[in-house]
């Protein structure tokens, strides 16, 4: 009940004649370590059958997120939450939500939060007579982290800028959905400013900082989300550039089409997680209380991102 208060103060706030930009965060918020947990444990339950694009199990996961943005105030941004993926054989969909920002100027600005949504299905051969690859770190850690942010955001609007939360389909395919909504949304003028996503975050690295960011090197964002989270919670990863992850997550097409940031989030750092596309990949695993605590430090760094002056995230090599 508590993490909703402010949301009720903020609307009377507005109701009783308070500029929109004058609204303030809560000093402290408090992600529900429960609600991690329940859709976590949704999203990766045997139901779901693993949420292969284009398969029953991901259309029941994409009516949960579509819930989910409904309840808190997260509005289509096309006529609808879905958007058709063009280049997918079976229907398939990138599930996109929109906060408008609250300032008249800046709100003409985006920032993608975004992470993808199918995994790889059910499997010929497994473990036992456990054939479903769950994708609980892949990616229904990130899938919950972008819920509960745009919670947060669809609750509060607090944000300058406009914020689209993206579901991506079939990036086990080869990025297809996130390629499809770059092209789309280059096409139609969108205006991106930088694009965030949240890819395998549900188990803990050994390491002085939280998470990595791919593409380091390339641009100040760790930095600034560093100084907007006041601590050392965003690191350089050396297998994330010998591996090349910038270009194998939906941070990618954004780049490509916008030529702005756009880049990837993720605690899986090769060591600390076994069961990369198998069936092993089980909610059980994943630790809940990481989880909480790494979504609830992005909070203020994508609202100091929105809310800046300026457009503060740049690249640093060009």
Same mark, same amino acid.
């Given at each position: 009940?508590?993490?909703?208060?402010? =949301?009720?103060?903020?609307?009377?706030?507005?109701?009783?004649?308070?500029?929109?930009? =004058?609204?303030?965060?809560?000093?402290?918020?408090?992600?529900?370590? *429960?609600?991690?947990?329940?859709?976590?444990?949704?999203?990766?339950?045997?139901?779901?059958?693993?949420?292969?694009?284009?398969? &029953?199990?991901?259309?029941? $996961?994409?009516?949960?997120?579509?819930?989910?943005?409904?309840?808190?105030?997260?509005?289509?941004?096309?006529?609808?939450?879905?958007?058709?993926?063009?280049?997918?054989?079976?229907?398939?969909?990138?599930?996109?939500?929109?906060?408008?920002?609250?300032? &008249?100027?800046? /709100?003409?600005?985006?920032?993608?939060?975004?992470?993808?949504?199918?995994?790889?299905?059910?499997?010929?051969?497994?473990?036992?007579?456990?054939?479903?690859?769950?994708?609980?770190?892949?990616?229904?850690?990130?899938?919950?982290?972008?819920?509960?942010?745009? /919670?947060?955001?669809?609750?509060?609007?607090?944000?300058?800028?406009?914020?689209?939360?993206?579901?991506?389909?079939?990036?086990?395919?080869?990025?297809?959905?996130?390629?499809?909504?770059?092209? !789309?949304?280059?096409?139609? !003028?969108?205006?991106?400013?930088?694009?965030?996503?949240?890819?395998?975050?549900?188990?803990? +690295?050994?390491?002085?900082?939280?998470?990595?960011?791919?593409?380091?090197?390339?641009?100040? +964002?760790?930095?600034? +989300?560093? $100084?907007? $989270?006041?601590?050392?919670?965003?690191?350089?990863?050396?297998?994330?550039?010998?591996?090349?992850?910038?270009?194998?997550?939906?941070?990618?097409?954004?780049?490509?089409?916008? *030529?702005?940031?756009?880049?990837?989030?993720?605690?899986?750092?090769?060591?600390?997680?076994?069961?990369?596309? !198998?069936?092993? *990949?089980?909610?059980?695993? +994943?630790?809940?209380?990481?989880?909480?605590?790494?979504?609830?430090?992005?909070?203020?760094?994508?609202? /100091?991102?929105?809310?800046? *002056?300026?457009?503060?995230?740049?690249?640093?090599?060009?």
């Amino acid at each position: 009940m508590k993490k909703y208060l402010y =949301a009720v103060v903020c609307c009377c706030g507005l109701i009783f004649g308070l500029n929109a930009q =004058a609204v303030q965060a809560p000093e402290k918020y408090e992600v529900s370590a *429960d609600d991690v947990r329940e859709t976590l444990e949704y999203l990766a339950s045997d139901e779901l059958e693993g949420r292969d694009s284009g398969s &029953p199990g991901i259309e029941k $996961a994409a009516q949960y997120i579509e819930q989910v943005f409904a309840a808190h105030g997260v509005k289509p941004y096309f006529t609808s939450y879905r958007d058709t993926l063009e280049n997918f054989k079976e229907p398939a969909y990138n599930i996109v939500g929109y906060v408008e920002g609250n300032d &008249p100027e800046l /709100k003409d600005e985006f920032i993608i939060i975004g992470g993808h949504y199918d995994h790889i299905g059910i499997q010929d051969t497994g473990e036992g007579d456990d054939v479903i690859a769950n994708g609980a770190n892949d990616n229904a850690s990130g899938t919950t982290g972008v819920l509960e942010l745009a /919670k947060y955001f669809g609750d509060t609007r607090t944000n300058r800028r406009s914020l689209l939360f993206v579901l991506f389909s079939a990036e086990e395919k080869g990025l297809l959905g996130s390629r499809h909504l770059a092209r !789309k949304l280059r096409a139609d !003028k969108f205006n991106l400013y930088t694009m965030v996503n949240l890819e395998m975050i549900g188990v803990p +690295m050994q390491a002085d900082y939280t998470a990595y960011i791919t593409g380091y090197e390339d641009t100040n +964002m760790a930095d600034k +989300m560093n $100084a907007y $989270a006041g601590k050392n919670l965003i690191g350089f990863l050396p297998k994330a550039k010998e591996f090349q992850l910038f270009k194998r997550s939906d941070n990618y097409p954004f780049f490509l089409e916008f *030529d702005v940031p756009a880049q990837t989030v993720c605690t899986f750092d090769f060591t600390n997680f076994e069961h990369y596309h !198998k069936v092993g *990949d089980e909610a059980g695993l +994943m630790d809940i209380e990481h989880m909480t605590s790494f979504i609830s430090d992005m909070i203020p760094i994508l609202e /100091k991102m929105a809310n800046a *002056d300026s457009e503060e995230i740049t690249f640093v090599n060009k």
